[in-house]
């Protein structure tokens, strides 16, 4: 067979995954939990890769699961972007974390298409580290993510794309991907040895198995708090106010502004609140 | 020592016209011929003729109307042009730069090295000029009308000055009507009977400002020296807006790619000169019937590279249809930015990041100067007044974060909104889009009882789904807020 053949062509190609061969380093940075580190074939978060994480709602423990790595990535050379986070960074719980704040630049955009731009600009810039990119909705953004990836591997920095676990059944041309989930408060008590920890699926990796479960505690000052129900805690009620009488169904319906609250629940219209059934 | 550069066919050449022409052309103001070219003149058309005698010299002549500010355009972008040489340069309008290039001098290796280059410029810009040098600006003037022999032999090189006597001889040589005087006055000198400014010369300044007015008196004392000729020097504005009419129309897109060439080399100098760049070419296109068509061309990488400049304007127009012949063409860069130097490794590119913010500063340039903002932390009380967005000036934010220690903080969530939300409550349990479920020990914050007081219990809630909110009860308002959320 020549040097030349189609197949030694395709086996030059490194995007190409064997089974067969076993791979030679590949440039990664640790996630700063072990038992993770081991589960993912490049030990860590891969370096000139999208990394995408699935999340159920945003504050899922992203952030702690993130920021690990971001921090000893901030103490180095080239800064971290966040383009588009949901809410405000909060700078002291980010600093106890030990990220370093000079480094953290944040893009807020006004279209995905601007947000993509920018977040190309900051892979590509050879001045960025690490890029952490938040896409809203359950579109596939498939075209979106492969542009990424291209930025990614030319600025050989480290590529996060946070989005809906939904989008989990699209394809995606990001390395790795996982989801994240928490353990539920209600699941049960003391017999789960893995209660209060967080799930982590690895949905697809190359040259690594997939579908694997790790259990992280990534709220480890949770054990501080207490375990005794809400009922139990002195939580202080308001008596004067009419609105402390509430059906369950209209309390889910909140957020409600105060002002807007008060306007409702005026006495004279008491009884034509909208949602009492 | 005064250098002046008279552009004797600005109004002629302030147009865009296609090089290999034999076609005979004259510039009209209110009808009458201002100026032509060589193919008209080698017809007999001169200035001063009507535009109907110029007709009758040559059916076959192009007459184009004089536009004024299109000259004013062109003559800052050769002030631009002969800026390198010397910072005192004024704008003489109608077609006339006056550069101060005794202090010069040196730098240039010479008067005739300097005039060589000046003169090698002009020529890439395809401008006709003539020199003339004099110790006074207004001898420079008068003398741009002589041929430049005469004025460069003034100039004794091995003493570094201008012969006095030579100079005073010219002048009293210099024939009456080159003088820029108005024609009232001129027609007076006329009247008198005078031809050559020695005439004048010879008269005492009483009976001169007697017969032509103090104003013309005023005139030949800084033509001579005598009275001081103070000149306002050109400052050169920091933006690029050019526009090129065209002499003849363009009826198709490829034909354009000529007159936007010279429009970016134009550019090109321009943002070398002041170590600048942009992200965006504005073009705009206006046809015969007023239709302007604006096209923008996006830059992903701000650097100064002519041929990709052409290469994505070229690429832009192809899909670009014109709406009629095109007249003039205009090319605006829009948002400069300044161009950071960049430090290189001289050996191997090294595999560490650098510390630049070129992205930034594009992404601040498309998306607006608000998209990018840094956070920085400042010791509060209040939670909300600890972590702050700053937008500009981030080395001032450095020593900032570096005060605070951050191992004795107590814990924070990651996320906070902006405004706390109001939560909805029943007798025994927290609501806040699903049920929240108090886990934690309170921790009470009270501040600010100087002016607006506040008094929170903040707690940290567990929400069915799992996730962790910081919630308070405010004191005052008697509610209870979420205020972040543990990520």
Known sequence: MSDKSSINQLLKNPALWQAARVETHRPSHPTGFEKLDVQLCDGGWPQGAVTELLLPTDGTGELRLLLPALSKLSRQQGYIVFVDPPFLPYAPALNKQGLNLNKLLVIRSKKLEQSIWATYQALTSQSCSAVVTWLTGKAAYKNEIRKLSLGARQGRCWSFVLRDEKAAVHPSAAKLRVALSMAKQHKAISSNANYGMSQLSILKQPGGWSNRKVYLNLFPEQRFWTSVSAKHWSVPVVKQAPQTVLSPELAAAIPYSVEQWLKQVTPGNKHSLPLVH | ?487
Request: charged share 20%.
């Open chain 2, 1 to 487: 020592m005064w250098l002046c550069v008279r552009f004797a066919l600005l109004p002629l050449e302030s147009f865009w016209i296609t090089d290999n022409e034999s076609q005979a052309i004259a510039i009209c103001e209110r009808n009458s011929v201002v100026c032509c070219n060589q193919q008209a003149y080698e017809f007999g058309v001169r200035a001063g003729q009507t535009v109907s005698t110029a007709y009758a010299i040559t059916g076959d002549l192009k007459v184009i109307e004089r536009r004024v500010e299109q000259e004013v355009e062109v003559l800052k972008t050769m002030a631009l042009q002969v800026y390198p040489f010397s910072p005192v340069l004024s704008l003489w309008q109608p077609d006339k730069l006056l550069v101060e290039i005794g202090r010069s001098l040196n730098l240039f290796k010479g008067l005739d090295n300097l005039l060589m280059q000046i003169k090698s410029i002009m020529a890439q810009q395809s401008m006709t000029v003539s020199f003339a040098l004099a110790p006074t600006p207004k001898a420079a003037e008068a003398f741009s009308f002589l041929p430049l022999e005469q004025s460069y032999s003034l100039w004794n090189k091995q003493q570094g000055q201008f012969e006095q006597h030579c100079f005073r001889k010219l002048l009293n040589e210099l024939p009456v009507n080159i003088l820029t005087l108005d024609d009232k006055t001129l027609s007076k000198i006329n009247a008198l009977g005078f031809t050559r400014l020695g005439d004048l010369l010879s008269l005492s300044e009483s009976a001169l400002a007697k017969r032509l007015g103090r104003s013309t008196v005023t005139y030949i004392q800084q033509l001579t020296g005598a009275l001081p000729d103070v000149q306002t020097c050109f400052q050169p504005l920091v933006k690029f807006k050019r526009t090129l009419e065209l002499a003849d129309v363009i009826h198709h897109t490829e034909a354009l790619l000529f007159p936007m060439k010279r429009l970016l080399q134009d550019l090109i100098y321009f943002l070398r000169l002041y170590q600048k760049t942009g992200q965006t070419l504005s073009w705009k296109l206006q046809d015969i019937y007023r239709n302007q068509l604006t096209f923008e061309v996006h830059l992903a990488e701000s650097q100064v590279n002519y041929e990709l400049y052409l290469e994505l304007t070229r690429l832009k127009l192809e899909s670009i249809k014109l709406t009629g012949p095109v007249e003039s063409v205009e090319l605006t860069m829009l948002k400069l930015i300044d161009v950071e130097q960049k430090t290189d490794s001289l050996f191997s590119a090294t595999e560490n990041f650098s510390d630049e913010l070129n992205f930034a500063s594009k992404i601040k340039a498309r998306l607006g100067s608000k998209s990018c903002f840094w956070i920085t932390q400042k010791n509060e009380v209040v939670p909300e007044l600890a972590s702050k967005s700053i937008t500009d000036g981030h080395r001032q934010i450095f020593k900032n974060n570096t005060d605070i220690n951050s191992e004795d903080q107590p814990n924070r969530p990651a996320w906070l909104f902006p405004v706390p939300q109001a939560i909805g409550q029943t007798k025994s349990a927290l609501y806040w889009q699903g049920r929240l479920s108090i886990i934690s020990q309170p921790e009470r914050i009270v501040h600010y009882w100087w002016k607006k007081p506040v008094i929170r219990d903040y707690f940290i809630a567990q929400h069915e789904s799992g996730n962790f909110y910081w919630v308070f009860f405010d004191a005052n308002k008697k509610r209870w807020f979420v205020q972040g959320i543990f990520s």
